[in-house]
């Protein structure tokens, strides 16, 4: 394997470098947009792990494909009277050592006259072994930075983390601009503003539900730059994307031309953004000076996070072209035959891998095979396995070969699994059999993995008379293969089992745990099975137990009868038996329920690790036996203070899957809505809502003296409980602050999207809202109606004199969301028509837009459409001729 690695990241390096230096030239002198320029690198970084992947595929298939041309061209051996005459020779040579010869091996590999198959030459052999010594270690240094460079990703992703939990809600004014500033930027995404004082500069990360967070001493003027810099980096998904380089990077660190092409990255998407600032705003020396006050302030650098202060080096260019007023601000988005370029560019990317500076099977012959001498070791028994995958997948006729066999890892027991067809040579199997009882061990061993496995049912006693084999490592691999083929050959189950439970007596502890691992692999609840793993509950290595424990976990409920076993074992001298014995008795539910005094015991264990194993079987056992639950629920209750984070997070998710409905449960889970770890309280909201409908007393007692960071968790809580929450949103909306009451109304807007039978409760709550005095909740409770299709004439009417409003984003959304309420709006649309001169385009976009989408009366509708045909705005005639269009067909 390491060679094929190595091979691959040789030949990916240099097929890289043509496109890094193809890039650079492009870039270089092209005048394009500056989002072009950025899609291009970005386009050549993703290339490179693609790459790697294409020199491991695309050699195998050129393979492949003359090994089935092999085939054809000695198909005339099939018609020979005796069709194991060359195929398989078993010769006795000088020394009494049969070998093995199999057909279609390179002409370079025949034994010579006199010499034994299995001769080596001394040098070639320790040539060949300190190639593989040296690849062997390279590929572990590569894993090992690799490892490194992974775990510095993670822990700059928990940093983001912390920090993202430890900042707090930002003023109303900062909530208002960032709202505005999304709906002029066209971000539909939520985007959670928050203030940080372990920062010296904002900084944005998130995807799904980005994040910006601002230092404390951030000024309102700051914050508008600041917001629109930020926002431009969400709106692009600069944060997935900059994470993608950083995986990328930690796989290829050591290709140099990667470091240029992230730098090159970096300062692009930074200048993009630069550029969106000083569209929006057109504050240019503004914008610089906050730059170099956020620069000045400190430079605590977050990783993998996107804001200023980053590459101070470039500071000096970047003020320079943010304060040149002649500079052309080139922000054109991508071209439909830029972006046909782009994917021809992958299409074309197979063949440039098959263009390799180390051909793969030139570099295994020269550096990885074995020497010219030894003619007929492993490398030809790895052919005869090749050749019984071939055959297989082509369906030749051939004495020698098995019929298709499903991969590893096929259809899991209790599903359909097709059939494994047997045509086997049965003199083929006898030579394989004996040759088995002669042949050295390195021989061996390639057999039973290369060929016996790739055979099938047909080779099962095969690989049970084996397992008498006086080599551990063959022993071991017969195993393996017993295993291989049991996921996929159903008659062959017993038999295998049988074999299996052989192995698990063996001398070796590594063969009896391979043997427990394959029973566990293959799915088998059979008595035999399940009595040796019975068995392995009481082996004497600790390995050994655990693999027994884990594998009757896997089983599950079909391997109740260990339930006893599994009693005994939770007396065990190991810590990690004992976990594993308590995960496998939550497996297996009701039946488990006279653990539970011993899991209770458990649970208070001065381990971390022991007490989260408890809860997490004690939570198991009182989902599926209710009876247990009064005695459960006090311990998981208690579990909530529990120091470790992750127990109490697991106590939390506990309490929700056992519907816990005591008043102690539902006040101990709203108390930990202020825990100091975010998956602790996202784990409670989600619990509450499963409770549901029993814990809105509660919730609404929480609501009426909490802050509001406590009643923004209720309002999540409550989207998770439904309709039954209606009512205490509404008395919600009248008592909190406007920020809460915002949330509120996105909290009712899914409410009303999930459950239809809400939207009559939910329509009230939203006109009422309409009239409040704050921008943000009438647009938000414009924009929510729309979403809910509400379609009661209130409602419609509402709508039609929100139109008026003087707020032109409230115009807009109000005009949108009678669009989308569609043709039950018909008596909206005189109101719609008279906005059709407004001043804003955007308006009028949405005009146009909810006209075609309402579609009568025609008499009006048309007419006002074809009007806009005349419209100052190109993107509104657009718009309106394709509303003509879909209102003819």
Known sequence: MSKNILIALLNCSWQWSIIFVLTWFITARSRKSNIMLYALWFVALISFPILFGLNNIVPGISITGSQITNLFKNAEIRQRPDPMTNNLVIKSTETKTQNLMLSNVNTETTPSSGKSLFSTSGAQSSILKQFRLWADWLLCLWGLVIFGLVIRI????????????????????????????????????????????????????????????????????????????????????????????????????????????????????????????IQVTDHRTDYAQCLLDMTNSGNRQIPLALGLNHHKSKLQDRIKSIIEIDREIRLQPLKLSQIFGIILFFTLLPLLSTAQLVPVRTAQLLLFTQATDQRLSTNNISEAGKKVKDVKSTALPTPLLAAA?????????????????????????????????????????????????????????IL??????????????????????????????????????????????????????ELGDINSSSPEAISILIKGLGDQSKDIRLKSAATIMKIGLPAKSAVPALMNALGDE?????????????????LARSAVPKLIEASKDKSDKTRLTAIEALGSIGETEGSINNQITPILIDALTDENDDIRREAADELGDIGATSPQAISALIRRLHDDEGDV????IESLGQIGKPALSELKKASIYGSDETNRMIVQVFIRIGLPAVTLLNEMMKNLSDQIRYEIIDALGDIGEDDPSAVASIEPILITALASQSEDIRRNATEELGDIKASSKDAIRVLSNVLLDPDKKIRRKAAEALGEIGQVAQIAVPALTNLLDDDSKGVRLEVVEALGKIGSPAQIVIPALVRMLGDSSDEVRDRAAKAIRQLSN
């Open 681 to 684: 309280r996202d784990e409670v």
């Open 154 to 277: 993670s822990l700059g992703l928990w940093r983001i983390r912390q920090l993202k939990f430890s900042a707090y809600a930002a003023d109303h004014q900062y909530q208002d601009l960032c709202h505005r500033l999304c709906d002029q930027l066209n971000i539909n995404q939520t985007v959670t503003l928050r203030i940080s004082d372990q920062i010296d500069a904002p900084i944005s990360f998130g995807w799904r539900f980005p994040h910006i967070l601002i230092p404390k001493t951030t000024t309102l003027d700051q914050f508008e730059l600041i917001a629109v810099h930020e926002l431009a980096h969400i709106r692009r998904l600069d944060w997935p994307a900059n994470l993608i380089t950083q995986i990328i990077g930690a796989f290829f660190f050591f290709h140099p031309l990667f470091y240029l092409a992230t730098q090159r990255l970096t300062e692009m998407r930074e200048r993009i953004c630069d550029d969106s600032v």
């Open 405 to 461: 066999k499903p991969v590893r890892g096929g259809t899991p027991k209790g599903k359909f699994r097709s059939p494994v067809k047997q045509n086997v040579n049965k003199e083929f199997l006898n030579h394989l059999s004996s040759t088995l009882q002669t042949a050295p061990e390195e021989i061996r061993l390639q057999i039973v993995t290369k060929v016996l496995d790739e055979i099938g049912e047909s080779a099962v006693p």
């Open 574 to 590: 190991s810590d990690s038996v004992r976990r594993k014995v308590m995960s496998a008795l939550g497996e297996m539910g009701s």
């Open 464 to 517: 049970i008379a084996v397992l008498n084999d006086e080599s551990a490592k063959v022993r071991n691999a017969a195993v393996d293969a017993l295993g291989k083929i049991g996921e996929s050959a159903e008659k062959a189950e017993p038999e295998i089992v049988s074999g299996l439970a052989k192995a698990a007596t063996d001398e070796s502890d590594k063969i009896r745990r391979n043997a427990i691992e």
